[in-house]
C-alpha cells in the first residue's frame, strides 16, 4: 500500500509540473551573473528562479545567463539594466562604482564585526536607503533589490610572513584592483598596493611581482594560489564581500502588486543562500589550506582593534571623495549602531 501511495504521489507530482511548466509565462525575467556554476551567485539565482516560478504558479518564468552571454562587465551589464535588455544582475561593489560610487561603503574596512552584524544590517533600512540613491542616480532605471554576500570575508594573504599586527604589513606588495579604495587601505595599513589584473595573479605571485592579497578563502583556495606560495592567512575580516542584486525598475513595477511581492520574497530567499553558501564552502577551502602547509592565524580582540585604527584614515578619505560618501557613510554607521544594538542584546538575552 505504501508503494502504491508513492507511486500516485509521485505521477502527480509529475503531472502537476507538467501542467506548470506548459501554461505560458505573463513575466519573463532575464537574470544574469558574470560567474559560473560553483559559485554563490549561481546558488542565490537557482534559490530564486525555484521560489519565484513556484511561488508565482508558472506566471513568471526566469531565464539564467551565467557567464559573458549578456554582458562582460559591470558598467556593461548596469546599462543592460537600464536599457531593458537585462532584468536582474548582480553585482560586487567594485563592479557597480563607476556608475553608484557610493556603492564603496561596503568595502570600508573594519566597520561590521562579524555575520550577524553584516546580515542585519544588509537586511534592513540602509539598503533601502541605498536603492533610494541608486534609483535617484539612474533615473529611476535601476532598481536596487538587496544585498547578499559573495565569497565570505576579505582577508589578507601573502607569500612572506604571518601578519598580526598592522605593522607587520609594512613594504608587503599587496594587490588591489585599480580602484582609489582598496589601495587607500593598503597603504594606511604600511604596505605598497600593486594593481594587478586577476588572471594573472598566480603568476605574480610566482614571480614576486605582488607578495600579498584581500581575497576571500574560497577565492584562495579555487584559484590554487597556495601552489603559488600564498601560505600566510590572516583572519581579520577586514571587508564582507557584499553582493549587490540590481532590477530594471520599469520591469518590476510593470509588475502587479502580487507578482512583485513573489519577486520581493524571492530576493529575499536568494539572500539568506548567498548568506548560507559561502559559510558552508569556507569550511573545507579552510581546512584544505592548513592540510597544504597554509599559516591560518586569527588576531586577537586587541591586534583587530590595532587594524582598524591604523585603517581609520580611509573612513575621512571615502566620505571627502567619494560622490555622496558622506551622506552613505554615516547610513552604514547608523545601521551598525543599532545592529549592534540589537544582536549583543539578544546574545544576553540568550546567555540567561
Known amino acids: 500500500m505504501l508503494k502504491s501511495a508513492l507511486k500516485t504521489l509521485t505521477v502527480a507530482a509529475m503531472l502537476a509540473g507538467s501542467a506548470l511548466s506548459a501554461v505560458a509565462a505573463d513575466y519573463t525575467l532575464r537574470a544574469t551573473a558574470n560567474s559560473n556554476e560553483n559559485d554563490e551567485d549561481y546558488d542565490g539565482l537557482i534559490v530564486f528562479k525555484n521560489f519565484v516560478e513556484s511561488a508565482s504558479n508558472g506566471a513568471i518564468e526566469v531565464e539564467l545567463f551565467i557567464g559573458t552571454q549578456l554582458c562582460s562587465n559591470g558598467a556593461e551589464c548596469l546599462q543592460g539594466v537600464a536599457g531593458g535588455a537585462i532584468d536582474i544582475y548582480i553585482s560586487t561593489s567594485g563592479g557597480a562604482s563607476g556608475i553608484f560610487p557610493y556603492v564603496q561603503v561596503l568595502d570600508l574596512p573594519y566597520m561590521m564585526a562579524d555575520d550577524r552584524i553584516a546580515e542585519h544590517v544588509l537586511s534592513g533600512d540602509f539598503v533601502r536607503t541605498m536603492r533610494a540613491m541608486a534609483l535617484e542616480d539612474s533615473q529611476n532605471a535601476i532598481r536596487l533589490m538587496t544585498v547578499g554576500n559573495t565569497g565570505g570575508w576579505r582577508n589578507f594573504a601573502n607569500t612572506k610572513r604571518r601578519v598580526a599586527n598592522p605593522a607587520d604589513m609594512e613594504g608587503l606588495k599587496i594587490r588591489t584592483v585599480v580602484a582609489d579604495l582598496p589601495q587607500e587601505l593598503v597603504k594606511a595599513l604600511g604596505a605598497s598596493p600593486t594593481p594587478i589584473p586577476w588572471p594573472e595573479l598566480f603568476t605574480s605571485f610566482q614571480t614576486g611581482v605582488v607578495e600579498g592579497s584581500k581575497n576571500g578563502i574560497t577565492d584562495i583556495m579555487g584559484m590554487k594560489f597556495p601552489d603559488a606560495g600564498l601560505q600566510y592567512v590572516t583572519l581579520d575580516g577586514h571587508a564582507y564581500m557584499g553582493a549587490l542584486w540590481w532590477m530594471s525598475n520599469e520591469k518590476f513595477l510593470s509588475m502587479p502588486e502580487d507578482m512583485r511581492r513573489v519577486v520581493l520574497d524571492g ?33 586577537t580582540p586587541e591586534q583587530k582593534a590595532a587594524f582598524k ?6 573612513y575621512d578619505w571615502f566620505k571627502d571623495n567619494v560622490n555622496r560618501g558622506g551622506e552613505i557613510f554615516g547610513a552604514l554607521e547608523e545601521a551598525v549602531a543599532a545592529a549592534e544594538t540589537d544582536i549583543n542584546g539578544a546574545r544576553d538575552a540568550d546567555l540567561n
Open 267 to 299: 530576493f529575499y530567499a536568494l539572500q539568506q543562500a548567498t548568506f548560507a553558501s559561502p559559510k558552508r564552502k569556507s569550511i573545507q577551502a579552510y581546512e584544505d589550506f592548513v592540510a597544504g602547509g597554509g599559516d591560518l592565524y586569527v588576531p
Open 309 to 314: 585604527e591604523a585603517a581609520s584614515p580611509v
